[in-house]
C-alpha cells in the first residue's frame, strides 16, 4: 500500500486558502469602491445643483468616473461570486478523491492501533496469567499455612489467623488506595490513563512498590 499522501486535501486546503485571501482583497476593494462612489456620486449631486443655479452644463467627468466606478464595483461583486463559484466546482470535483484519501488515512491509522492493540492484548494476557499464577499460590499457600498451624493452635488454644488475609488482592474496590496499595488495576487508573493521559499520583508514586 502507498503511504498517505494527502494531495487531493493539500490542492483543497490550497485552493480554499488562496480563494479567501482573493476574496479578502477584493471585499477591502469593494469597501474602497464603494466609498469613492458615494464620494463620486455626491461630487455630481453638488455639481448638478451648480450647474442649475449658474445655468451652465454638469461635469461629463464626474459622472463618467461615477459610471467607472460602478462598473468597476459590479465586476468585483462578479468576481467575488465566481470565485466561490469556482471553490464549490472544485470541492465537488474531488469528494471521490477526499473520500479515498480518507479510507486511506484511516486503514493506515488502524494498522498502526492495531500494533499497538497486540501488544496490548499480550500485556494483558500476561497481567491475567500472573492473576491465575497468584491464584495458585494463594490456595498453595493457605493449603500448607493450615497444614503447618491449624493443629498446634487448636493444641495450644490460640486463635489462628485467616491465612486467605495474608496477600489478599482487593478485587471489586473501584479506585486504588495510598495505604493498602494493589498491584491489581482500579477504575481510577484506567480513567486516568485513557481520559487524561496519564499515571494517577498513588500509582506513580508506587512504581518501585513491593521490591526488595
Known sequence: MDLFKGDTIKKINKL???????????LTKIEELKEDHEALYQAEQDDFNQ???EG?????KIRNDRMKVEEELKES???LSKIDVAIESELKKSKNDVEKERRQFTQEKKEEFNELFAELNDLKLAYLNKLIE????????????RRTFQDIHNKLGLRMPDPRDHNKLFLHQRYQVAERYSPLIYGDEFEAALDEGKLTFITAQNKD???K
Open 134 to 145: 497468584y491464584h495458585n499460590k494463594e490456595r498453595a499457600y493457605v493449603s500448607e499455612y
Open 51 to 53: 450647474a442649475i443655479i
Open 56 to 60: 451652465s452644463e454638469p461635469s461629463k
Open 209 to 211: 512498590a513491593f521490591k
Open 16 to 26: 480554499v486558502e488562496k480563494g479567501e485571501e482573493r476574496k479578502k482583497k477584493l
Open 77 to 79: 461583486y462578479e468576481l
